[in-house]
């Protein structure tokens, strides 16, 4: 599930990143639980990060009760309406938010039932993945964009 698009185009027509409100908590919840009910496969998710790393915390938590097996968090937030020209980022990725979260849910795998975390963000290289995961502690590395260029 793809809730990580931060385009205008997400934003008018209430998809991707835009269904990290509060307000469509239920719905996204409802969404993975169906999923995960429904598929022999695991179901992943693809987030942005919230305002605060509590709530990012919160919703990944959420995400994992509701059957989310792994959550890809883009170290950006949401609202990316600022970019300029193809390639354009909102500067670096936020990893030190990635490290937060994979503290605080990682804690809670001991028992071995959790949620992967894979950290997407400031990946170019093969050494920027293996800087990455060090710096994150996160189960896997995506890149997007950056890999491209």
Not at 37 to 56: H, M, N, Q, S, W
Not at 134 to 142: C, E, L, N, S, Y
């Amino acid at each position: 599930l793809n809730l990580g698009c931060p385009q205008r185009t997400a934003a008018v027509g209430h998809f991707g990143s835009y269904l990290l409100g509060p307000e469509d908590r239920k719905l996204v919840t409802d969404v993975v639980a169906a999923a995960a009910l429904a598929a022999e496969v695991p179901v992943f998710v693809k987030i942005r990060l919230l305002d605060t790393v509590g709530e990012t915390v919160a919703l990944v938590r959420q995400l994992r009760d509701a059957g989310a097996s792994l959550v890809a968090i883009h170290a950006r937030y949401r609202a990316s309406f600022e970019r300029k020209g193809a390639g354009a980022r909102d500067g670096p990725a936020m990893l030190d938010q990635v490290r937060d979260v994979v503290d605080a849910v990682g804690q809670e795998r001991d028992g071995g039932d959790g949620v992967c975390i894979v950290a997407n963000g400031n990946v170019i290289t093969y050494g920027d993945v293996k800087a990455n995961r060090k710096f994150t502690g996160a189960d896997g590395i995506m890149s997007a964009e950056g890999i491209l260029e």
